[in-house]
């Protein structure tokens, strides 16, 4: 998607050999209007796939999933990393492995939310090492919800994550890809 390689070219800083941020657009400071055309894009990708639901780790998948759904007419419901006093007791759980803030959450989705045989579709701002992704499709089995695809901002190819779920035969749409990182700069796959 052009406007977001631009926007990632523009804005984005490169940190190491393998972290993008991207908090000018995506992840700290949030820019509405392009996460607006990001969730009508992802609608169009799975407009043939019948969603109930849209799911997503908080908080960075927030943005992009909540236009997803408003684009597809659908809820967005969003796993929680630390318990409320106010989530239900009755949740589904999994552990995910955040590689950028080298910690393991414990992520969930109260039940109330996600329901038997509902298809729902995976949003998340990247896709690196599928954490995130396989937590989300870990509670959707839990919940024996249909995962019809993963809806992917900003995926490095040059990492596990894809492989991963492609060898699972899980539908991706990666909005932007990321083949490496060189001298500083973002260069992206064909």
Same mark, same amino acid.
């Given at each position: 998607m052009?406007i977001l390689e631009?926007r990632?070219k #523009? /804005? &984005? @800083?490169?940190? &190491?050999? /393998? !972290?993008?941020?991207v908090?000018?657009f995506?992840?700290? #400071?949030?820019? =509405?209007?392009?996460?607006q055309?990001?969730g009508?894009?992802?609608a169009r990708l *799975?407009?043939d796939?019948?969603?109930?639901?849209v799911?997503?780790v908080?908080?960075?998948g927030?943005a =992009?999933?909540v236009?997803a $759904?408003?684009a597809?007419?659908v =809820?967005?419901v969003?796993?929680r990393?630390?318990k409320?006093i106010?989530?239900?007791?009755? +949740?589904?759980?999994?552990d995910?492995?955040?590689?950028?803030? #080298?910690?393991?959450?414990h !992520?969930?989705i109260?039940?109330? *939310?996600l329901?038997e045989?509902e @298809? !729902?579709l995976?949003?998340?701002d990247?896709l690196?090492? &599928?954490q $995130?992704?396989?937590?989300?499709?870990?509670?959707?089995? $839990? %919940?024996q $919800?249909?995962?019809i695809?993963v &809806?992917?901002v900003?995926?490095k190819?040059f990492?596990?994550? @894809?492989a991963?779920l492609d /060898? #699972?035969?899980?539908h991706?749409e +990666?909005l932007a890809?990321i083949? %490496?990182f060189?001298?500083g700069?973002?260069?992206?796959a064909d």
């Amino acid at each position: 998607m052009k406007i977001l390689e631009d926007r990632t070219k #523009q /804005d &984005g @800083r490169v940190l &190491g050999e /393998d !972290v993008l941020k991207v908090d000018n657009f995506l992840n700290h #400071q949030v820019d =509405p209007e392009l996460m607006q055309a990001l969730g009508e894009e992802f609608a169009r990708l *799975f407009a043939d796939e019948k969603v109930d639901k849209v799911l997503t780790v908080e908080s960075s998948g927030i943005a =992009p999933a909540v236009f997803a $759904a408003l684009a597809l007419h659908v =809820p967005m419901v969003f796993a929680r990393k630390k318990k409320s006093i106010t989530l239900s007791a009755e +949740s589904y759980v999994a552990d995910v492995y955040s590689f950028t803030k #080298q910690e393991t959450n414990h !992520v969930m989705i109260d039940k109330r *939310f996600l329901h038997e045989g509902e @298809r !729902v579709l995976l949003i998340d701002d990247f896709l690196a090492n &599928g954490q $995130a992704v396989t937590g989300l499709m870990e509670i959707a089995e $839990a %919940a024996q $919800a249909e995962v019809i695809g993963v &809806g992917i901002v900003v995926e490095k190819t040059f990492q596990k994550g @894809r492989a991963m779920l492609d /060898d #699972q035969g899980v539908h991706v749409e +990666s909005l932007a890809r990321i083949a %490496a990182f060189e001298n500083g700069q973002v260069v992206f796959a064909d």
